[in-house]
């Protein structure tokens, strides 16, 4: 069965620019959440959006959006670069239903700003 | 902000039982104890969680104290593969699209020896 896939897996940027990147969920998972991974530091969180809903957000600026499409697919903006969004963003799905509460997490898209 | 304390690294031999630690003094009634980890430039992996009752899968078995303020990750025999970032995560068992977002830390850096 496929995982969480995540596109593109590296990109280059430079200050001021706009970036879009994209996940897929595993297949029949609903709910979908960002997370920013900075060098050296665990994963924070972003977002979490649940049947195309914004369900939770974290401290992150205006500059950072996201969505969710009707097949579950999700993308994260980001506005107006800077050097510190650097980091590896990573999408997790999960199925949000009965027990299942593990998020799965795909293998990320490695950004760097110049 | 992360409401656990993991000791930043660890050494194991191959084929030796390697135990974690993680501290969660503050930890409610209703948060579950979750272990992911994180091998080098992957996406975090989900490898158990529990409440109260000592828990055991496929990858590894978990240790909660009788008053839950602290746990212990066990990997009965550790491989060079298991050499990756462990984080533990308490975190209350959500259901129904509600805000499910991980806080992770810094985690221990586990590093499986030849």
């Known amino acids: 069965d496929a995982g969480v896939t995540q596109s593109p897996t590296h990109l280059i940027k430079t200050r001021g620019q706009q970036v879009t990147l994209r996940c897929s969920p595993i297949s029949g998972h609903k709910s979908v959440s960002w997370y920013q991974q900075v060098l050296g530091q665990g994963p924070q969180f972003i977002f979490q959006?649940?049947?195309?809903?914004?369900?939770g957000r974290g401290n992150f600026p205006d500059r950072f959006s996201a969505r969710q499409f009707p097949n579950y697919s999700s993308e994260l903006n980001v506005n107006a670069l800077l050097l510190g969004d650097s980091a590896l963003y990573l999408c997790?799905?999960?199925?949000?239903?009965?027990?299942?509460?593990?998020?799965?997490f795909g293998p990320g898209t490695r950004l760097t700003v110049l | 902000d992360a409401k656990t304390t993991q000791p930043p690294s660890m050494d194991c031999a191959e084929g030796r039982a390697a135990n974690l630690p993680c501290n969660h003094s503050?930890?409610?009634?209703?948060?579950?104890v979750y272990w992911y980890r994180q091998i080098h430039s992957q996406g975090p992996q989900y490898i158990i969680h529990g409440l109260k009752n000592n828990e055991t899968n496929e990858m590894a078995s978990l240790i909660i104290t009788e008053d839950r303020k602290s746990s212990t990750l066990i990997l009965p025999h550790a491989t060079l593969r298991d050499t990756a970032v462990y984080y533990c995560?308490?975190?209350?068992?959500?259901?129904?699209?509600?805000?499910?977002?991980?806080?992770f830390g810094k985690g221990t850096l586990l590093t499986v020896n030849p």
């Open positions: 997790a799905s999960s199925p949000l239903q009965g027990l299942g509460n593990e998020q799965f």
């Open positions: 959006y649940y049947e195309k809903e914004e369900r």
């Open positions: 503050t930890i409610s009634g209703n948060e579950y």
């Open positions: 995560i308490v975190r209350p068992h959500v259901s129904g699209g509600s805000n499910y977002k991980l806080t």
